[in-house]
């Protein structure tokens, strides 16, 4: 059975970091792509970054280049967003993907002042 935790959410501040994490299980985690998305109030579910299986190659959102880095750890099947310099926009629930399946519940993030 494939789970996904996330945790990490919280308020920030504008300009502040947060670092999300996904511990995940129950799928062979290293031959996985993975992926964070985001969906703010009132807005779809938009993909904020993807990473390969074996974490060489990554990609963004343009709203997030320079700004947040994705990462992973085979060896604790956990897979990371560093988001710094957050923006009031950045505000939503963050899901951890495994690309092309399963969900994880969603980790709150609000940047707010």
């Known amino acids: 059975q494939v789970q996904l935790v996330e945790s990490g959410g919280g308020l920030v501040q504008p300009g502040g970091s947060l670092r999300l994490s996904c511990a995940a299980s129950?799928?062979?985690?290293?031959?996985?792509?993975m992926s964070w998305y985001r969906q703010g109030p009132g807005k779809e579910r938009e993909l904020v970054a993807i990473?390969?299986?074996?974490?060489?190659?990554?990609r963004y959102a343009d709203s997030v280049k320079g700004r947040f880095t994705i990462s992973r750890d085979n060896a604790k099947t956990t897979v990371y967003l560093q988001m710094n310099s957050l923006k009031p926009e950045d505000t939503a629930v963050y899901y951890c993907?495994?690309?092309?399946?399963?969900w994880g519940q969603g980790t709150q993030v609000t940047v707010s002042s």
């Open positions: 990473i390969s299986s074996g974490g060489g190659s990554a």
């Open positions: 129950g799928f062979t985690f290293s031959r996985a792509a």
């Open positions: 993907n495994v690309v092309g399946g399963d």
